[in-house]
């Protein structure tokens, strides 16, 4: 048909088409430049600045960690907090702990005070998909429950420590499920269904991943290159190093590392790795007394070997490839930098503590004012500046040269010294650490939000002969329940009035069995006698490369014990067995309320 055309009207056809498909071409170019960068926050547990090989470790290979510092940057003084659930609070909402009401690790003193915001509640807000995948160490029932601080996705554990890595009980989106392999895997297979499903959307992935904490379990891959070799690297002090703890320690980052490199090759195969901010950190210094750089100190202390961590940065094309930093750096330091680089407005209620990195990040000649971090925990306090470290007992250190803080300069530079100390006690008396004396947060239940609310042994606290399977509470068990006068309680406060079907998760004995369970909370009262025996055994120790300290597990199975009202407020919740056939009530895991109306 276009032959019978004139030359002049082809032409103007050919200009047309031309003309859509470039507009095609540059709506295309410019829809790619205009989204904001996928964000990938990956959180090694317990591991120390020392476990990477680019660390100048030689007992261990870290080459996908390694080469993020390769691609990107590498921050040499970057620090955290001495331990987990201070941490992850500080590089949540870019503050310092202290003001946000996190004051332990176990029972509630770990949760972010809810007048806090997130860089999830940010980045979400302005358009990106979010998801968590691990250990969050931040508040369990709702509204401290991550899918209500920003996270539409959560998968994982909230307590701070979990008794089994190997196809455990965990929860996805608050309902109880099972794991599926070795959990670092199976965090990191979910993070990269979720990084495939929202490849065409901006993204923030939170990969708070649980190892190296304790227990030390490891598949059997990475344990037998380290079972029967030396190791080459002590640790220095007078502290001996728990060779076993060690070595399950180093081939448990080795599998992290594994897992780095699966996360990087699944954004090259989605054509994503230019246009995603990858970064690597821990959450404290090592779990045990291992070579860490000659560094003094280990988790839970305020010396540098407790706080320094590993800080990589990689933006491919974006920031500048095998860069390292010298200026100090903090993990309040991690919410103003991302909103900064994705081009997000901050809009929270409280002021940030933290600094902006990006001038250190893509300036060859940044402009960057001296600053002071502080680090606590348990009482102690201890402030790094860019040259000197003060520590808790008010000793100064020269950390240019002495990182191992054995010569105390603090004689020498009085004027020093007691500038530090009073910064110290200025900042200790404006943060205002809350502590367990202080803190009268309930356990809250029922949020109209979210069906589902996990009341755990954790939180409760055993009366008459009732015992805690374990001192350390996270993971632990009621047991011992021998007397009908026995109890468990909780301090509840329910959010809003409404009907729950309520689980336990429980273990009976053959010899017990036809027990009476009754919960109260108020007026109302739930009763129901628990006919079926389960009796499953202590596991983890099979797993273990090393003694734990922490409770054992077992297979703890749900009961429906039926339907309860709630009337809002805060009540003592009380489970008793009023009645026993046998000698013993059952060992209890925890309740499980589910919201009907």
Sequence with gaps: MTKNLPIIVIGLLLLLSSCKEDS???DSENKEAQRKPNIILIMADDQGWGDLSMNGNTDIDTPHIDALANNGV????FYVQPVCSPTRAELLTGRHFTRLGVHKTSAGGERMNLNETTLAEVLKQAGYQTAAYGKWHNGMQAPYHPNARGFDDYYGFTSGHWGNYFSPMLEHNGKIVKGNGFLVDDLVNHGMEFMTKNKENPFFL??????????MQVPDGFWDRFNDRDLDLKYLGEESTTINHTKAALAMVENIDFNVGRVIDKLTELELEENTIVIYLSDNGPNGWRWNGNMRGRKGSTDEGGVRTPFLMQWKGKIAKNKTIAQIGSAIDIFPTLVSLAGVAVNTEKPLDGKSLVPLLVDSKPKWEDRLIFNHWNGKTSIRTQKYRLDNENRLYDIDHDRGQKIDLSEQ???????LRKTKIDWLDKTKPMTSETDDRPITLGHPDFPYTQIPARDGIPHGNIKRSNRYPNNTFFTNWKSVKDS???DIDVLEDGKFEVEIYYTLAQENAGVAVQLTNGTSMLVTRIAEVHDPPLTGMENDRDPRMESYVKDFKPKRLGEIFLRKGRRTMTLKVPHMDGKEGPDVRLLMFRRLD
């Design 74 to 77: 590498s921050f040499e003084n």
């Design 488 to 490: 468990i309680t909780w």
């Design 413 to 419: 530079f009085p004027i020093i010294v007691d500038s």
């Design 24 to 26: 095609k071409t540059n």
């Design 206 to 215: 939170y990969l708070p991943l649980n190892t190296p904490h304790s227990p």
